[in-house]
């Protein structure tokens, strides 16, 4: 007879040793399988596909385990599709955001908890042009401007392309992000521009074969007299002799002589503004030279 100290004892101990002996896929019968997925081709540095993308799931169940029966998923919350065995391949090819729920099931019917993926995805190209110039501009100096839209994703930047007297275009500004820009040229040419947009997802506008815009430089405009090398800039050591000059009461290379003190104070503007400036026809001098934009 076994006492009911021993069988205190002996309880535990044999059904430890039952669940020692049973087979492994019946000891780990309560463990779901694992589903990874893999995205090709992968998003862009932005997080953006511009073209279809196929998904592959692969589904693992844990070591001695069941095995996976199978995966389902659906595409933003549509009715799941479910297919037999531990992998699936689906292509997403809709523009917009897809959100693919995924979640593989074990053949003893342990479930995993669903798993997302999201697709940001746009395929279609932007476009954009350079605005008509303000009328009578015709100095050697211009503020070039430009806009674009863009479906799905947005304008990244733009491509600003130029010809000089219907040569071929030339890349001006490349992957600009501002929409505007100041361009010198020479009197008496004809400049024409276009530009090319980009998107986040990187679409690119279609080519183009002729300018959006053109303008005509009749006359040279007059620099500032501070800018010695008229490059329509104003740079630090351009002003500090030009102010100097002043102090002095020295001539300067370009009049008005004496140099007057508006002058130099509009030298130092146009410095502190960042350097780049143009001139304004409707104004006298010094108002003339207004700042530029980048
Ligand atoms: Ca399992
Ligand atoms: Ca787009
Ligand atoms: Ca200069």
Redesign the pocket.
């Known amino acids: 007879m076994i006492s009911r100290r021993q069988m205190t004892i002996l309880v535990p101990v044999l059904l430890a040793a039952v669940v020692v002996l049973l087979p492994p896929s019946a000891r780990a019968n309560n463990i779901a399988p694992t589903t990874t997925a893999a995205a090709s081709p992968g998003p862009n540095a932005d997080g953006w596909n511009n073209g279809d993308v196929t998904v592959s799931l692969t589904a693992a169940d844990d070591a001695g385990g069941s095995g996976v029966k199978e995966i389902s998923y659906s595409l933003n919350g549509s009715a799941p599709t479910i297919v037999s065995g531990a992998s699936a391949s689906i292509t997403v090819s809709q523009e917009g955001t897809t959100t693919l729920t995924y979640f593989a099931t074990d053949n003893v019917g342990n479930q995993e908890s669903p798993k997302t993926l999201t697709i940001k995805m ?5 476009s954009s042009q350079v605005l008509p110039f303000p009328a009578n501009e015709a100095f050697s100096s211009v503020t070039v401007q430009w806009t674009g839209a ?5 304008i990244k930047d733009f491509t600003i392309y130029v010809s000089d007297n219907g040569g071929p275009f030339t890349i001006w500004q490349q992957n600009i992000i501002s929409t505007s820009a100041v361009f010198v040229g020479q009197p008496g040419h004809t400049y024409s521009f276009y530009s090319i947009a980009r ?1 986040v ?1 990187g ?1 690119v506008e279609a080519a183009k074969s002729a300018g959006d815009q053109s303008i005509t430089f009749l006359y040279e405009a007059p620099g500032h007299p501070a800018d010695t090398n008229n490059d329509w800039r104003l740079s630090i050591n351009e002003i500090t002799a030009y102010g100097a000059a002043w102090k002095r009461g020295d001539p300067w290379q370009s009049g008005p002589n004496p140099i007057p003190i508006d002058y130099v104070t509009n030298a130092g503007a146009l410095w502190k503004t960042g350097e780049q400036y143009q001139y304004d026809s409707t104004k006298n001098p010094p108002l003339c030279w207004i700042g530029a934009a980048e």
């Not at 746009?122 to 932007?126: I, L, N, S, V």
């Not at 863009?150 to 947005?154: E, L, P, R």
């Open positions: 746009d395929k279609t190209a932007p863009d479906a799905g994703s947005g998107d997802a679409n």
